[in-house]
């Protein structure tokens, strides 16, 4: 940065900011936030100082933005606060037995996929993506008829040897 831009922005940081965090505290009703918002401001500053295009009413310029900036802070608060009851909620934590069951039976899912045939296994994860009947049939090279009963079979395939492994889905 060079030294005149330097001196130009500590100028105005020097004599503007006591007088725009007032302004700001009065608008926003909170002193940190003004704070915030001035150095918002000054940052926006020193960047049009940067490129050359420092404004000619310094404080008027500093006031109008540190504005600006405080409305559209307060119109994201009102979003944020209309919005709030729509955001999920964290979900509660898993308690580790139940951590250690999920994994052993994602685990136990999988080898038994991976033993599956080829059809089956398409079929099924096709179906378990979203895909209807009439998409899996088409994509396995079956009828529909045959790629329901195909698939009801490898499901209860599944659940049987789950079962004899002594986890089940449910």
Known sequence: ML????QEIEAAFTSHRAPLVRYLTVLTRDPETAEDVAQE???RFAREVQVG???ENTGAWLHRVARNLAVTRGRHLQVVDRRQAELPLPASPVAPDQETISNELQSAVGELLAALPATER????L????YDGAEVAARVGRTPGATRT???RTRAKL???LALSGLSLA
């Open 3 to 6: 030294a005149v831009h330097r």
């Open 41 to 43: 401001a000054f940052l």
């Open 53 to 55: 295009r420092a404004p």
């Open 122 to 125: 398409k079929a099924l994860l």
């Open 127 to 130: 179906s378990a993506s979203g």
């Open 150 to 152: 195909l698939l009801c």
């Open 159 to 161: 659940r049987r040897q």
